[in-house]
């Protein structure tokens, strides 16, 4: 059985993102025969991690479909299906370029967009962004993909936990 390294889940091992926790996998050619141990501190840091990330999640509405990044995991943008979990969005759009964009949304559900050195340039609210720079979202941003995908950003405000006030 394989485990997620963020939050020690059991995963498929074909799996690309953890279900529990949200985490990307990495990619492995080489299936190992036994997981290594989960340590006790390991445990801990899990728990205190799950208890700290937030509940947002980011959605860009395209045209073809809905992209949703959840808090504490990140999203390529592009059309190449080997290396994009969302490339059927960007199908038939010869603009995107294979690897475009990644969208990252960190555990405390502030999200950022970083262009990934694209052919025709990924786009804020009309501004064109610096390749391998990250540029803050905030929602109802206007994000665009080359010059014609374009998408609209949404971060719902989750209400906060009255047990964190205290």
């Given at each position: 059985m394989v485990t997620c390294?963020?939050?020690a889940a059991h995963v498929g091992p074909n799996d690309l993102i953890c279900f529990t926790c949200g985490a990307n996998l990495p990619m492995s050619d080489v299936a190992d025969d036994e997981p290594l141990p989960v340590t006790v501190a390991q445990k801990?840091?899990?728990a205190d991690r799950a208890r700290t990330i937030s509940s947002a999640v980011l959605r860009i509405s395209f045209p073809a479909g809905?992209?949703?990044v959840p808090a504490g995991t990140s999203v390529l943008l592009g059309r190449d299906p080997a290396e994009s979990l969302v490339a059927a969005a960007f199908e038939g759009c010869e603009n995107v370029?294979?690897?475009h964009a990644t969208v990252t949304v960190d555990d405390h559900g502030h999200a950022t967009i970083r262009d990934e050195h694209s052919t025709n340039g990924t786009f804020v609210n009309g501004d064109r962004l610096l390749p391998g720079i990250e540029v803050r979202l905030v929602d109802g941003d206007t994000v665009r993909l080359a010059a014609d995908v374009t998408g609209r950003v949404a971060i719902p405000h989750a209400e906060p936990d009255p047990a964190a006030l205290a």
């Open positions: 390294p963020a939050c801990a840091i899990s809905d992209v949703e370029s294979r690897r």
